[in-house]
């Protein structure tokens, strides 16, 4: 059973344009939202993360929004730039249980 | 950047033969975690670790062990290596089970023939 439903698999987006990633999940006890980011060859690395009393939370071009009724949240890369092609993951976690990840997203910014 | 390392990187064994993989971090954090990174799967977890001595399995853990005698080393062991655990190896550590940042190594890229 998928705990955490990532889509798309993969995303092409213009440079300058505004790039979505969406998770949805259906455990209710998940209180703890992060996305990672992974560039070829690294390790995967923290981008941000949210906690569910907020529906917003924005950091630098990145911006998760949390919607709690539907179970859903996303990624939003405003003015996307060919530096932020890399895998995204989305991960959701509950209490003391460890990191439930997303299949991930492959995301292309090209000029 | 955490200071956490993998070795080996890379690793070519045949089928049935023993792997080990060793994850080291200097960051004194109590959690640690295997992880295995498959195309259409993305991150599964493999076995994590609370303390020393203290493992649990995760999603994936059939066919691997883990070890932790000490805080800063984390090692997964394939005890008979088979051509379904060809994967690219993360080794991750952090402060808190999942509610925290976890600090991910340069992975280990393990092909069993």
């Known amino acids: 059973q998928q705990q955490v439903k990532q889509s798309p698999q993969s995303l092409i987006v213009q440079k300058g344009g505004i790039s979505i990633i969406n998770c949805a999940y259906e455990n209710t006890a998940f209180d703890y939202f992060p996305w990672y980011q992974q560039f070829p060859g690294k390790g995967p690395a923290l981008l941000i993360a949210?906690?569910?009393?907020?529906s917003e939370k924005k950091e630098g071009r990145f911006t998760i929004s949390f919607n709690k009724s539907a179970k859903q949240f996303s990624l939003h890369i405003m003015d996307s730039q060919p530096g932020d092609s890399a895998t995204y993951f989305c991960?959701?976690?509950?209490?003391?249980?460890?990191?439930?990840f997303g299949k991930g997203t492959r995301l292309s910014v090209i000029a | 950047d955490a200071g956490i390392t993998q070795s080996p990187r890379h690793k070519v064994t045949e089928t049935g033969t023993p792997v080990t993989l060793r994850c080291h971090q200097t960051?004194?954090?109590?959690?640690m975690y295997w992880y295995r990174q498959d195309p259409g799967h993305g991150l599964r977890l493999i076995h994590y670790s609370y303390g020393v001595k203290d493992t649990d399995k995760g999603e994936v853990s059939d066919g691997y062990s883990v070890s932790r005698s000490k805080t800063e080393d984390f090692l997964l062991t394939l005890e008979s290596a088979t051509s379904s655990q060809t994967s690219v190896y993360f080794c991750a550590s952090g402060t808190d089970i999942g509610q925290e940042t976890q600090y991910f190594g340069p992975g280990t890229r393990l092909l069993v023939l």
């Open positions: 960051e004194n954090h109590r959690y």
């Open positions: 991960a959701a976690s509950a209490g003391n249980t460890p990191l439930v």
């Open positions: 949210i906690r569910p009393d907020v």
